[in-house]
């Protein structure tokens, strides 16, 4: 009460601004929010500002209220983060590094131009630029939202002159920008997690594989069984480009791994991260600690793991719209299961908290993640 | 928003409710605290309900909030506890438990009368009576407080009769009652922590070892050197008494270990407790998890350890009534640091925080929490 505490203003107060509350609780640090009244964060008592990252008065007014601005998503007014930074307000990550998250065609650009190896790309003005990238690449390709689109909203698997028509008819009605990517045969996905703070130590998060359905991260595993070549690329990628960006905060960078071992990045956040979620029981600093350390300048911590192996299982709405805090007791019932559920309003294909097990082999926690996880979704 | 959440209601508002009140978060249940504004869970988003455990009127005004009535601290009105019992409000754990922390001469005859090894001791109606007890049982003695104590107020260790004259006129200035127990000579101070729900299912986490300064906790050690027939013991000591008290909840037992090798039981709580902090990271589900999951009755959780060796410091307000957080920084820097710090005011001999270090030797681990503490009390 009597000082002021140290605080992070973040952009966005979900479940990540939840968890990043949590973890601010221990060390002391205020949280300033900019959502609705009623959201996760606000839930958990971080503090409120309400507004969209859309709107520069409250990005403003958020910013006021914190020593450094910082994001849980990247549905914000880039141009109105320049004009803050130019008046002096800290940003981390700085508008530069946010602008790759916020338009996916100039990642795309930018990887490529870096030499990282990225799926074959192109602008999609229109059907007719898709047809012709397939016929040099292949069929199915993904179209994707340039900017706005998550957890699989804004992404079009096409393998027909038909499904491309309608991509671009679902895109023009939520006024989406579009562009193409090959359907990379996949052996598998993964993600790493790095941190760099603006002194420029890094930390980087072991390897963790990753499942996805309907272009939503459903389960990561930690420990699974992955070529060393594969895990040393990983580190190597993540840590050049905290190191290239100029990052000043936490990145997640998701790869595309093929049948021959090849590396690719498929996509970068600059923010805490589904895939990171498992790093707060099975690593030493969780993701969220490690955002506030990192954009507050303070020592990074220790990003090694603490387990052999661990599995995250994400708790999504069902169709029924049931709360799974309603059988909250039957997850619980599952050895070793933490459950975090963030307080959401079930609807169905919702993210509405996850589960992890820590285990000595990836299998028993694979199976009590996902049997918490069934439990609470009412499968179970 | 929409349904009601399972609400935790807890008598007080510190750092242990504000340590629940982080483990809420993940599960989704409210938590409602007794006590002021300001006060360490408060300033978490821990719901207030303003007053004192001792003001009946503010304890029903809680007890309406929460599904169910615990506590972080025995300073309470037990005859106002108990006719809330009467009147239907569920309790955990229990009046008839609760008695046992709020009256310590009352543990000390129970106990014993159960057959537990006690440290040798009587009622201290008067210098008198305490001049006897010493020619008994030798010099020096120990007085205590039957109630109000903790964190060494309320304790008297006295080798002279000036000594017992100077802790009577203490004792009734503060309006406390006294009560005489011999100084065993202890090879060591150890605790454990133990939960059972309403249904039955009872959980132990593993011992741990304690050094206390001027009766304040300071130091817990997880994977100390100790026999085995002791960690035995413990866990039996802990195990039958959570079943014969009829424990619903939480409950840390401070053993004293005699060079010989006895267990005599030093003090009950029955509620989360400074030797169980180092379970938060050092075991699977923390005390704060556990208590919350065993007075709603939710499955028990894995109470195992995850390392092979932890240390917890405490930090305690220094003479300057500097604050610790102003020296966060230094401390995050110390490789593994878990540093939790409670938001109170800092004053002399306050506790306002702690740290603890998860590392492969119990020695790595204590340097290195000792040397973070050291860090936030400015000693570093």
Known sequence: MANRRETVAMVGAGQLARMSWQAAISLDLGLVCLGAPGAA???????????????????????????????????????????????????????????????????????????????????????????????????????????GGYDGRGVWMCSSQWEITAAFEDAAAGGLELYVEEAVELAGEAAIMVARSPSGSVAVYPLVATRQVDGMCREVVLGAEMAVTTEVAAAEIAVSLARRVGLEGLMAVELFVTGSGRVLVNELALRAHNTGHIHTEAA????????LRAVLDLPLGDSSPVVLAAAMVNIVGTADGSDPAERRAEALAVPGAHVHLYGKAARPGRKLGHVTVCADTTERALERARAAADRLEGNG
């Open 284 to 291: 030493v600093t969780s993701q969220f600690e490690q955002h």
């Open 41 to 147: 964060a606000v839930l958990a008592g971080a503090d409120l500002v309400e507004g969209s990252g859309y709107d520069p008065d409250a990005l403003r007014a958020l910013a006021a209220r914190g020593d450094v601005l910082t994001f849980e998503h990247e549905l914000v007014d880039l141009d109105a983060i320049r004009a803050m930074e130019e008046a002096g307000v800290t940003v981390r990550p700085s508008s530069t590094v946010l602008a790759l998250a916020v338009d996916k065609l100039h990642q795309r650009r930018t990887l490529s131009s870096w030499g990282l190896e990225v799926p074959a790309f192109a602008e999609a003005p229109d059907p007719g630029a898709v047809q012709a990238f397939a016929q040099q690449h292949g069929s199915p390709v993904v179209l994707k939202a340039v900017s």
